[in-house]
């Protein structure tokens, strides 16, 4: 048996291979851009990270005009003299702060003195996500409390932890200096105070298991009039803790604390933020989809236009050659005998029933919209091969797999192709038995037409125009059509659909290629272009 099998496919034109290479190309550069964009975003903020993680050496210069290093949250702050000081503050918890909120391990040295006889003067350390009020901010305060003349540290989170205080000899008097020095390293933290008139010292070591890693560096005076001098940041390692941390009796571990509250304004702008890109592409989305439906309605127009162009239209016109025929054939006396004309209005009628059959079946194919494409597809073609055929025949009626509903699109081209199978099959093969199979799998639907006529040597040059028609079919559809035929062997007729492309980057390949289609379709409409 001489099989021919063909796979349906675009020829495209100069004009299509154009328009059909640019979206691709123009994509890949759009992605290229875009990856390059997100590669350069990504290094800037690398090599930003690096660069503000870097603890200098660096001694801070406290003198009027300087102020612009510091920020402050709360507070009453005076620069002058190589010296910064709070004065006359009512705020508890008033913070100065400086420095990189990448810096991680430091050595944070400073003298400071009392202006009053109460309250806590020292430093912060690590310290991000600054508010005004006590304890508002994330990280660590070393100081000097007047009250016990001890030496405090602890954790803040938007609450406070402190670990036991360490007295120092001699407490603390007003007017006097007082050198306070704290390393950090990892998780690490030792502090070390130093009476500078009478060389006193206490010590302190403080570790957290989930410690806040990188942080600014800053003043704190809690309800005290203070000073600070000779405030100098380094980079620190290991073995200067443990240094500090040698002179100590235990090392203090407090309990974890609670984050900040997540209502803070930077959340609050974050939210505000995502909601409207949210928003957004929702708009832009339904604006697409919009776009997608109105362009998929003009498709749907256009292929039933070309549809009743390629059968009722050519159908009337045949009828109307036809009945000139009869007509010019009546006036030159061709035509005398009855059964002549008897015969050639049989025909004329023929073409007007077969025009009747085409147009009831596009009215209900538009009218009942899916519904008609519920029915299943081996009975639509059963009922039609009764009606094609003018002699008995049987007809076989075979369904495999879960029957399943299949779109209008697909099931329109599929009883195109069955039934130009069948006329065929009928009109040419003088067959006895026709079997109509149909094979239903989760991602393609087949339809098999098999016929046992006299068959006849299928080639590319024995094609027709109802062959060419089935071809165009599963073309439109992207189905694969294999005709197979042999001098009396009967014929075949093999339709495979795919349901749903099978792989993602198909469905990501169609979306795009439909995008890109839209967007051009819109700047063919620009009056500007």
């Known amino acids: 048996m001489a099989v021919y099998e063909m796979q349906t496919q675009v020829v495209p034109s100069a004009k299509h291979t154009r328009t059909t290479h640019a979206p691709q190309a123009s994509l890949l550069c759009l992605f290229a851009v875009f990856l390059g964009a997100v590669l350069a975003v990504v290094l800037g903020r690398v090599l930003r990270a690096r660069a ?67 309250g806590d003067t020292g430093v912060v350390l690590r310290s991000r996500d600054e ?82 890693k990188t942080g600014r560096i800053g003043l704190r005076s809690v309800d005290v009039d203070g000073a600070w001098r000779n405030i100098r940041i380094a980079p ?31 959340h609050i702008g974050e939210i505000f933020v995502g909601t409207l890109a949210v928003a957004l592409l929702l708009q832009l989305s339904y604006y697409r989809f919009q776009q997608w439906k109105t362009g998929t309605i003009m ?49 004329a009628y023929q073409l007007i029933r077969r025009c009747h059959a085409e147009a009831s079946e596009t009215i209900s194919i538009l009218g009942s919209g899916f519904f008609a494409a519920q029915e299943e597809l081996s009975e639509i073609l059963s009922d039609a091969a009764y009606k094609i055929a003018s002699h008995g025949i049987v007809v076989h009626r075979q369904v495999t797999g879960t029957a399943q509903s299949l779109n209008l699109r697909i099931m329109d081209a599929l009883q195109h192709i069955g039934r130009e199978a069948i006329a065929n099959a009928v009109t040419h093969s003088s067959l006895n038995q026709l079997t109509i199979s149909v094979h239903y799998q989760p991602r393609r639907v087949e339809l098999l037409i098999q016929d046992d006529g006299i068959g006849f040597e299928y080639g590319p040059e024995t094609q027709g125009f109802g062959i060419s028609g089935m071809q165009k079919r599963t073309q439109n559809v992207r189905g694969t ?30 979306k795009l290629e439909r995008f890109w289609a839209g967007l051009m379709a819109c700047k063919e409409l620009d009056p500007g272009e």
Request: aromatic share 10%; hydrophobic share 40%; with cysteine.
């Open 481 to 510: 059509l294999r005709i197979a035929s042999s001098p009396g062997t009967g014929t075949q007729v093999h339709v495979v659909v795919a349901l749903h492309p099978e792989r993602w980057h198909e469905v990501l390949l169609l």
């Open 299 to 347: 498709q749907e127009r256009q292929r039933l236009a070309h549809d009743i162009h390629d059968t009722m239209a050519q159908n009337f016109a045949g009828l109307g050659y036809h009945i000139q025929g009869i007509r010019s054939g009546l006036i030159r006396g061709g035509l005398n005998e009855p059964q002549q004309i008897a015969e050639q209005l049989s025909v």
């Open 131 to 212: 508010q005004n009020g006590v304890d508002t901010y994330n990280g660590y305060y070393v100081g000097l409390r007047m009250d016990g003349g001890a030496l405090i540290i602890g954790r803040s989170n938007y609450g406070w932890v402190e670990a036991r205080p360490v007295p120092l000899a001699g407490g603390f008097r007003r007017l006097e200096w007082y050198r306070l020095r704290v390393t950090a390293y990892k998780c690490n933290i030792a502090a070390m105070v130093q009476n500078l008139a009478t060389s006193q010292t206490a010590w302190v070591a403080f570790e957290e298991r989930k410690c806040a």
């Open 52 to 118: 503000d993680a870097a603890v200098p050496v660096h001694s801070y210069v406290l003198d009027m005009g300087h102020e612009r290093e510091w920020q402050a949250f709360g507070g009453n702050w005076l620069f002058h003299d190589n010296l910064v000081e709070s004065r006359h503050s009512d705020d508890r918890g008033a913070k100065l702060l400086a420095g990189s909120p990448g810096w991680e391990n430091y050595t944070l040295t400073a003298d400071l003195r009392f202006d009053s006889e109460r």
């Open 236 to 266: 620190a390692s290991m073995n200067d803790y443990f240094v500090m941390q040698h002179h100590t009796d235990s090392v203090e571990r407090p309990v974890v604390l609670t984050g900040p509250p997540w209502w803070t304004p930077w």
